[in-house]
């Protein structure tokens, strides 16, 4: 439950990414021995993971933000609809375990609230690679004697598709070239832990990979970049409640283009020793929101945007590059008195003084966590149902806001 709030004051800090560590925690499939992985957030979708590599036959240890994980020499290759299901990301174990162990089996992921989530990309990299593919019964099922490095020009720079590639190219014979590759702060985190297992990755980070394969990799420890859509759910929380706060551990090259936007609409942000202070003073001014794959302004970041907008003085425009249907918190927004249209890929935003808490219903990870942010600044009790969905992605979501002063608590 949210009440109104603000002005925030204090330092939040940030934890790892999210969209880092499972991908890392795939990695680890690709060598034998123990993994220490650090910074991890203690969030749902890690227990998750772990609960994947666990089900194919890995140790993982928690303690604290440390994970602990024992890869054994041999695994079962395979990825249950139960997980998968539950967590798309499970897609990124395909790679690595057609890497090493020349086969993979892995659920077929359906759509979700963000509309259909396709394969496609992934799958056509990999069979560049050598792989083969046949589905049956659901599962996607994969088979390589030994891939075979190659150039692989992605259609679309798709994070899922690049992370996958570039697990299994770091095992394959010879050269592989990725183009039009994602250029994700996340991506350039893989590939660092990667290299440090003994991979050959140059490149990450811009749109072209280039990886040298190698025959064999080992366990390494490894820290978890901090995770920019968290530090910017806290922007966006003080650009609602107004007040001045440090986001520790933010990484201001990380969230260039947010903190350009933001600043275009009136707060003031800028690096600190210590991560990103942030101090919203007067009404916030609109401004129109286009997002792209990085160093664009994430997808991922716009219900944040939204409710920022939601609130501003004027009306902005919100263009979605990415995904089709990812407007559903719209409706909930609206229910709490935003002045929002969509049409297709766009939003119209006309800003209001202030919403007013209604029931409302948490659709995803990051629109949930808007809808919190959107409370602050409504007036009365906002209760947020499905509340667990922040939970896949935030660590101590509701303790971090209290920090910052914020009136919120988690009903049972
Ligand atoms: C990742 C992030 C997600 C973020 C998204 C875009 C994780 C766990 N999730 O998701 O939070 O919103 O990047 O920054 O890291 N596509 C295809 N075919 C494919 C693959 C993708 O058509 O084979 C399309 C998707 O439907 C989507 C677009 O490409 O429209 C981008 O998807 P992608 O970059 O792959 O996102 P994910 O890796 O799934």
Known sequence: MVRPSGPLSGTVPVSGAKNSV????????????????????????????GDLLAEMGMVVTHDGDTVTIDSPDDLRPE???ELVERMRASIVVLGPLLARFGRARVALPGGDDFGPRPIDMHVRALEALGAEFTTAHGYIEARADRLLGTRVLLDFPSVGATENTLMAAVLAKGTTVIDNAAREPEIADLAACLNRMGAQILG????????????????????IVPDRIEAATYLAAVGVAGGEITVQGARPDHMSMLVQKLGEMGMRISPDPD?????????????????????????????LLV?????ADGVGIV?????SGRFRYVDELVRMGADIRTEGHHAV????????????????????????????????ETVIADADHID????????KLQALGADVERLD
């Open 22 to 49: 499972l991908k890392v925690m795939a990695a680890t499939t690709l060598a034998r021995g123990t993994f220490t992985l650090r910074n991890v957030p203690a969030i749902a979708d890690v227990t998750w993971m």
């Open 79 to 81: 990825a249950p609809y």
């Open 204 to 223: 990450a980070g811009t749109s072209t990979i280039t990886v040298e394969g190698v025959d064999e990799l080992s366990p390494v420890e490894h820290a």
């Open 275 to 303: 991560g990103l202070w942030a101090l919203r003073s007067q009404r916030l001014r609109s401004v129109d929101v286009s997002t792209l794959p990085y160093p664009g302004l994430a997808t991922d970041y716009k219900p």
């Open 307 to 311: 409710v920022l907008l939601a609130f």
């Open 319 to 323: 263009t979605e590059n990415l995904f």
């Open 349 to 380: 935003v006309r800003g209001v003084e202030r919403l007013s808490g209604a029931p409302v219903r948490a659709p995803d990870i990051r629109a949930g966590a808007a809808l919190a942010v959107a409370a602050l600044g409504a007036d009365g």
């Open 392 to 399: 896949r992605g935030y660590e101590r979501f509701v303790e």
